[in-house]
T-cell receptor
Framework: RKEVEQDPGPFNVPEGATVAFNCTYS??????FFWYRQDCRKEPKLLMSVYSSGNEDGRFTAQLNRASQYISLLIRDSKLSDSATYLC?????????????FGTGTRLLVSP | DAGVIQSPRHEVTEMGQEVTLRCKPI?????LFWYRQTMMRGLELLIYFNNNVPIDDSGMPEDRFSAKMPNASFSTLKIQPSEPRDSAVYFC????FGGGISTGELFFGEGSRLTVL
């Protein structure tokens, strides 16, 4: 079983749509969680952290369910510029070191 | 401010040749990571350093791969001999880790795209 699993997509949605991505992780001792964004042929960049209570950043909402080992990202009012690959990331190192494990990503295509 | 700088951006080489990838982390960062990305396997952590010391190299595929960090501003990833299956994008990333707290934000370079024929 992969440490971090994501649906690869692609998710094809029209502008203005709401879309949700899910991610599961295998290590129950994982301490921190993140979503990264990667544009085509570019490097990954941090989109947002994921907190146990859920958190929001503009049109983006992230949620964590530790019991089910499940992370989600919701994007409201999709924009063309949201087209990218979204990477679910888990810090599996419980000593605090940043051993970040990346999922293979979910590709989003937003069309006019 | 300069970000993470990697070189070369692209490299095409023949099987059996030695490949050296270079990375200059962001000044002030004390953690450095080498990742490899392929379509099939996504981003895989190869090795990471903290304060120039290798902390975990369990992701290094085999003895053909080696990484060094002789000082806080420079790291290399070497493949010798290279094989076609090493073809991938190799990313270097850096961050600051302190006080036992991880922000989770890695700053990636633009990557080195390696093709081994």
């Amino acid at each position: 079983r992969k440490e971090v699993e994501q649906d690869p997509g692609p998710f094809n949605v029209p502008e203005g749509a709401t879309v949700a991505f899910n991610c599961t992780y295998s290590n129950s001792a994982s301490q921190s969680f993140f979503w990264y964004r990667q544009d085509c042929r570019k490097e990954p960049k941090l989109l947002m952290s994921v907190y146990s209570s859920g958190n929001e950043d503009g049109r983006f909402t992230a949620q964590l369910n530790r019991a089910s080992q499940y992370i989600s990202l919701l994007i409201r009012d999709s924009k063309l510029s949201d087209s990218a690959t979204y990477l679910c990331v888990v810090n599996k190192e419980n000593t605090g070191f940043q051993k970040l494990v990346f999922g293979t990503g979910t590709r989003l295509l937003v069309s006019p | 401010d300069a970000g993470v700088i990697q070189s070369p951006r692209h490299e095409v080489t023949e099987m059996g040749q030695e490949v050296t990838l270079r990375c200059k982390p962001i000044s002030g960062h004390n953690s450095l990571f080498w990742y490899r990305q392929t379509m099939m396997r996504g981003l895989e952590l190869l090795i990471y350093f903290n304060n120039n010391v290798p902390i975990d190299d369990s992701g290094m595929p085999e003895d053909r791969f080696s990484a060094k960090m002789p000082n806080a501003s420079f790291s290399t990833l070497k493949i010798q001999p290279s094989e076609p299956r090493d073809s991938a994008v190799y990313f270097c990333a850096s961050s600051f880790f302190g006080g036992g707290i991880s922000t989770g934000e890695l700053f990636f370079g633009e990557g080195s795209r390696l093709t081994v024929l």
